[in-house]
C-alpha cells in the first residue's frame, strides 16, 4: 500500500540555518504530495502542496519539489527562525481513488530552532 | 470565519465510558474524516465520510463509532471497547469527495485522556 517516510528528528538548528526535512514516498499511480505543520496543542496547517512530477511546492520561504524519478518531496527553507519550531508532516494523497480523498500520512519531524 | 471547530479541547474520560467528540465545519464540504495521533506517530485514519448518511471505516476503526446526519457535523463516539483511547483525535473536511487533487482542512484537535 501507499506509505510516506520522513527523516527522523529532532531536528535542531541555529536561526537563519539552512533547513532540509527529507520525504520520500511509495505509492501506486500519480499522488498528490503535502507538507502540514503542527505547532504545539494544535491542529495540522496546510504548507505547500504539489500535484504532479516537477511541481514546486512553496510558502513563507518553504518549498518542495515533486520528484518523480527519486519519489521525494523534500522540504527545504533557506533561513529558519525560532517561529519555525513545530512538527512537520509530509503525506500523500494516492490517485487510485481508494478511501476518498483519504491522507497517507509520515510519522512527523520535530523542528526545533535555537535563537 | 470558515472553519473547523473540535469540542471539547481536552477531554476526561473513566475506563468504560463512552465518550462523544465534535466536529462542525461551516466549509460546505462534502467530506469529513476522523484521524487519532500518538505521541511520535503520524495520523492514522479512523473513519471518513464522502456525503451525508455515508460513512467508512478507515485503518483503526476498531471500538469507534460516527454519524453523518447533517453536512456540517461528523461527531465521534470513542466506546469502552476501544482499548487505548488516550490520544489526540483531528477532525478533518474536504471539499471534493473521490479522486482529486483537494485539500485537507483540519480542526484544532481534541485531546482525550482516559484516568
Known amino acids: 500500500g501507499d506509505s510516506v517516510t520522513q527523516m527522523e528528528g529532532p531536528v535542531t538548528l541555529s536561526e537563519e540555518a539552512f533547513l532540509t526535512i527529507n520525504c520520500t514516498y511509495t505509492?501506486?499511480?500519480?499522488?498528490?504530495l503535502f507538507w502540514y505543520v503542527q505547532y504545539p496543542g494544535e491542529g495540522l496547517q496546510l504548507l505547500l502542496k504539489?500535484?504532479?512530477?516537477?511541481d514546486k511546492g512553496s510558502n513563507k520561504g518553504f518549498e518542495a519539489t515533486y520528484r518523480k524519478e527519486t519519489t521525494s518531496f523534500h522540504l527545504e527553507k533557506g533561513s529558519v527562525q525560532v517561529s519555525d519550531s513545530a512538527v512537520y508532516f509530509c503525506?500523500?494523497?494516492?490517485?487510485?481513488?481508494?478511501?476518498?480523498?483519504?491522507?497517507?500520512f509520515g510519522a512527523g519531524t520535530i523542528l526545533r530552532v535555537k535563537s | 470565519d470558515g472553519g473547523i471547530t473540535q469540542s471539547p479541547k481536552y477531554l476526561f474520560r473513566k475506563e468504560g465510558q463512552n465518550v462523544t467528540l465534535s466536529c462542525e465545519q461551516n466549509?460546505?464540504?462534502?467530506?469529513m474524516y476522523w484521524y487519532r495521533q500518538d505521541p511520535g506517530q503520524g495520523l492514522r485514519l479512523i473513519y471518513y465520510s464522502q456525503i451525508v448518511n455515508d460513512f467508512q471505516k478507515g485503518d483503526i476503526a476498531e471500538g469507534y463509532s460516527v454519524s453523518r446526519e447533517k453536512k456540517e457535523s461528523f461527531p465521534l463516539t470513542v466506546t469502552s471497547a476501544q482499548k487505548n483511547p488516550t490520544a489526540f483525535y483531528l477532525c478533518a473536511s474536504s471539499n471534493e469527495a473521490g479522486v482529486g487533487t483537494d485539500t485537507q482542512y483540519f480542526g484544532p484537535g481534541t485531546r482525550l485522556t482516559v484516568l
Open positions: 505509492a501506486t499511480g500519480y499522488p498528490s
Open positions: 466549509l460546505n464540504h462534502d467530506a
Open positions: 504539489a500535484t504532479k512530477a516537477d
Open positions: 503525506a500523500l494523497r494516492g490517485s487510485t481513488g481508494a478511501y476518498g480523498n483519504k491522507l497517507v
